[in-house]
């Protein structure tokens, strides 16, 4: 079966729930950052949540990125 469609595939084939549940928002070295947990504490950049076009720049919080939490795990 062709579908066509100008949707994106998440909004057609939709995802399971508990891949949502995994991210969180945090905020890193003062950029907001939608983030999925890989461990306790590590995980990977999904989004940066900025408003600062300089935040976008910036390789450490690239969407991909793993960033160590070394105060507190997330909740």
Not at 20 to 43: A, D
Not at 54 to 63: F, G, M, S, V
């Given at each position: 079966?062709?579908?066509?469609?100008?949707?994106?595939?998440e909004a057609?084939?939709?995802?399971?729930?508990s891949v949502?549940?995994?991210?969180?928002?945090?905020?890193?070295?003062?950029?907001?950052?939608?983030?999925?947990?890989?461990?306790?504490?590590?995980?990977r950049v999904?989004?940066?949540?900025?408003?600062?076009?300089?935040?976008?720049?910036?390789?450490?919080?690239?969407?991909?990125?793993?960033?160590?939490?070394?105060?507190?795990?997330?909740?």
């Open positions: 079966m062709i579908l066509y469609t100008i949707l994106p595939n057609v084939f939709p995802v399971d729930q949502y549940e995994q991210q969180k928002i945090i905020e890193w070295n003062g950029v907001q950052l939608l983030v999925e947990r890989t461990s306790l504490t590590e995980c999904v989004q940066v949540l900025s408003t600062d076009p300089q935040d976008y720049l910036n390789d450490a919080t690239q969407p991909g990125q793993m960033l160590t939490l070394s105060t507190s795990p997330l909740k």
